[in-house]
């Protein structure tokens, strides 16, 4: 068995596979490292579906960074082998009229700067369109034809296939518990099966569970879950697209996201963008508790009235590994030689994934990129707080629940 490799990737999610395939195509011997199965059930990329959306507030790196994002989700709906990303469009609505500085009316006026063209919306065009919606609860907002879902544990499959198909080598049954070094130099990991590799470069992108290989990020990754609720409804009629999309309901007051019912699954997803609870991610149960049920249904009561007895067929807690800036950690390590961390990605990193795996690869490379600044290595004071403008944060705005 080949023990010795150009790139050890520890993590086979969207970051560890999408970092493979760049690598590999840049002609690397590579391996993956992951406990299994791929998709692990346990990862954030693991689910049913995750929001593609190009609003990021005024935030115009990140917009220009979806575009293309975006570009490559159509692309790999010609190349998979199924389509995976779904161009539902997206609704993103407010129960005050919006204003400047808030996460969608920023959002609508940079798409307006870029050249797209969003729909705008009040009360009653919400009425009209989307009418699964209580009438009045929300008063402005736009939708985008421009962005929708993608099946994120389906295609987490697919890039796992294509890895193997490309040559990469997938251990999916090795858990990386110590990186190597000597004399200041990642030379390769230690597995607790036992098992020993060597490797020219090592690339740490386990998520939340990175900073138990890398301690020194203690401090600036913390493993937050989320809850994440699967309903079923007698009557999926208004939950379907067009008349109901992938939307934001106030998200930054409020945390609430959607989607429209899963063509595969039969069921409508409704979760949390928001503060979370603090989880270690071997020893903390991922539980959906009581309070967070009690919330969904007072969402869905003041929003989705047709939804809230609906049937909770599924929960689950989904990791965030956490920035507090709420930017990636994407750069080498400023102390040991050839130890490369991709990870944070704070809840809104799984969209990126058609250009991630080449931002990663320019990273390990040293490659000039324009976006590799926002992830560099930093120290980030106490006093930080997330950047990432869809993301409630009680203080930051008066919540609407």
């Given at each position: 068995?080949?023990?010795?490799?150009?790139?050890?990737?520890?993590?086979?999610?969207?970051?560890?596979?999408?970092?493979?395939?760049?690598?590999?195509?840049?002609?690397?011997?590579?391996?993956?490292?992951?406990?299994?199965?791929?998709?692990?059930?346990?990862?954030a990329?693991?689910?049913?579906?995750?929001?593609?959306?190009?609003?990021y507030?005024?935030?115009?790196?990140?917009?220009?960074?979806?575009?293309?994002?975006?570009?490559?989700?159509?692309?790999?709906?010609?190349?998979?082998?199924?389509?995976?990303?779904?161009?539902?469009?997206?609704?993103?609505?407010?129960?005050?009229?919006?204003?400047?500085?808030?996460?969608?009316?920023?959002?609508?006026?940079?798409?307006?700067?870029?050249?797209?063209?969003?729909?705008?919306?009040?009360?009653?065009?919400?009425?009209?369109?989307?009418?699964?919606?209580?009438?009045?609860?929300?008063?402005?907002?736009?939708?985008?034809s421009?962005?929708?879902?993608?099946?994120?544990?389906?295609?987490?499959?697919?890039?796992?296939?294509?890895?193997?198909?490309?040559?990469?080598?997938?251990?999916?049954?090795?858990?990386?518990?110590?990186?190597?070094?000597?004399?200041?130099?990642a030379?390769?990991?230690r597995?607790?099966?036992?098992q020993?590799?060597?490797?020219?470069?090592?690339?740490?992108?386990?998520?939340?569970?990175?900073?138990?290989?890398?301690?020194?990020?203690?401090k600036?990754?913390?493993?937050?879950?989320?809850?994440v609720?699967?309903?079923?409804?007698?009557?999926?009629?208004?939950f379907?697209?067009?008349?109901?999309?992938v939307?934001?309901?106030d998200?930054?007051?409020s945390?609430?996201?959607?989607?429209?019912?899963?063509?595969?699954?039969?069921?409508?997803?409704?979760?949390?963008?928001?503060?979370?609870?603090?989880?270690?991610?071997?020893?903390?149960?991922?539980?959906?508790?009581?309070?967070?049920?009690?919330?969904?249904?007072s969402?869905?009561?003041?929003?989705?009235?047709?939804?809230?007895?609906?049937?909770?067929?599924?929960?689950?807690?989904?990791?965030?590994?956490?920035?507090?800036?709420?930017?990636?950690?994407?750069?080498?390590?400023?102390?040991?030689?050839?130890l490369?961390?991709?990870?944070?990605?704070?809840?809104?990193?799984?969209?990126?994934?058609?250009?991630?795996?080449?931002?990663?690869?320019?990273?390990?490379?040293?490659?000039?990129?324009?976006?590799?600044?926002?992830?560099?290595?930093?120290?980030?004071?106490?006093?930080?707080?997330?950047?990432?403008?869809?993301?409630?944060?009680?203080?930051?705005?008066?919540?609407?629940?």
């Open positions: 068995m080949l023990t010795s490799y150009d790139a050890l990737i520890v993590g086979g999610g969207i970051f560890g596979l999408t970092a493979a395939l760049a690598l590999r195509q840049r002609g690397y011997r590579t391996a993956v490292f992951d406990p299994g199965p791929i998709p692990h059930p346990l990862a990329s693991t689910d049913i579906s995750k929001v593609i959306r190009m609003e507030g005024a935030d115009e790196l990140y917009m220009e960074m979806a575009e293309k994002a975006l570009a490559g989700w159509q692309r790999w709906n010609e190349e998979f082998p199924e389509k995976l990303y779904h161009n539902t469009g997206v609704t993103m609505i407010t129960r005050q009229p919006m204003q400047p500085g808030g996460y969608e009316h920023d959002s609508y006026a940079l798409l307006l700067k870029r050249g797209h063209a969003p729909l705008r919306l009040d009360s009653t065009l919400v009425a009209e369109r989307f009418p699964a919606w209580k009438g009045g609860a929300y008063v402005d907002g736009y939708f985008h421009k962005g929708g879902y993608a099946e994120s544990g389906r295609v987490v499959e697919q890039l796992a296939q294509q890895a193997l198909a490309a040559g990469i080598t997938l251990y999916a049954d090795q858990t990386v518990t110590q990186i190597i070094t000597a004399n200041g130099r030379n390769g990991v597995t607790s099966e036992g020993v590799f060597q490797g020219g470069v090592v690339l740490v992108a386990a998520g939340a569970w990175t900073q138990l290989l890398v301690p020194e990020l203690e600036v990754l913390t493993p937050t879950g989320h809850p609720f699967h309903l079923k409804t007698a009557d999926p009629t208004l379907k697209p067009p008349t109901f999309t939307f934001t309901a998200i930054a007051n945390g609430w996201y959607g989607f429209p019912l899963h063509p595969r699954q039969g069921v409508i997803k409704v979760a949390n963008h928001g503060v979370g609870q603090v989880v270690h991610p071997v020893r903390d149960k991922r539980q959906v508790t009581d309070a967070d049920i009690r919330q969904l249904r969402f869905l009561e003041s929003s989705l009235p047709m939804l809230k007895d609906a049937t909770i067929a599924y929960t689950r807690r989904c990791l965030y590994s956490d920035t507090p800036d709420g930017h990636f950690w994407i750069d080498h390590h400023p102390e040991i030689t050839g490369v961390v991709a990870a944070g990605g704070s809840g809104h990193a799984f969209k990126f994934a058609p250009i991630l795996g080449g931002l990663i690869a320019d990273a390990v490379e040293r490659q000039p990129n324009p976006y590799l600044q926002r992830f560099r290595w930093r120290e980030l004071g106490p006093a930080v707080r997330s950047e990432e403008a869809a993301r409630y944060q009680p203080g930051r705005a008066a919540s609407s629940e």
